[in-house]
């Protein structure tokens, strides 16, 4: 079992930067592959970015490629997602999540694990 618990969100200004961290429990953290999803008021849940279980294939949204860089660190246990330039459409929760897989799945139902989440909210 994991239980991820999200943080580094709040409030910034369009074109500002922040990074989430997503802390990890679990003796088997390094074999997970692990996934940032958002969620806008009224309306679904979305795909941000995701990180191979060793780091050495990651995946974008294309709303966020080339802004957002997604990093993990198996010894600690942490999964990072590094936001720059950041547009008031990524106004979001962002939500943290593991998958039992070798690739980078895109999907919300390859997940088997979640985080709270941590509210994002960027001014025009």
């Known amino acids: 079992q994991v239980q991820l618990v999200e943080s580094g969100g709040g409030l910034v200004q369009t074109g500002g930067s922040l990074r989430l961290s997503c802390a990890a429990s679990?003796?088997?953290?390094?074999?997970?592959?692990m996934g940032w999803f958002r969620q806008a008021p009224g309306k679904e849940r979305e795909f941000v970015a995701a990180?191979?279980?060793?780091?050495?294939?990651?995946d974008y949204a294309k709303s966020v490629k080339g802004r957002f860089t997604i990093s993990r660190d198996n010894a600690k246990s942490w999964v990072f997602l590094q936001m720059n330039g950041l547009k008031p459409e990524d106004t979001a929760v962002y939500y943290c999540?593991?998958?039992?897989?070798?690739?980078?799945?895109?999907?919300?139902?390859?997940?088997?694990?979640w985080g709270h989440g941590t509210q994002v909210t960027v001014s025009s």
């Open positions: 990180i191979t279980w060793n780091g050495g294939v990651t």
């Open positions: 999540a593991a998958a039992r897989s070798l690739v980078v799945p895109t999907k919300m139902d390859r997940y088997d694990y």
């Open positions: 679990g003796r088997t953290f390094s074999s997970y592959a």
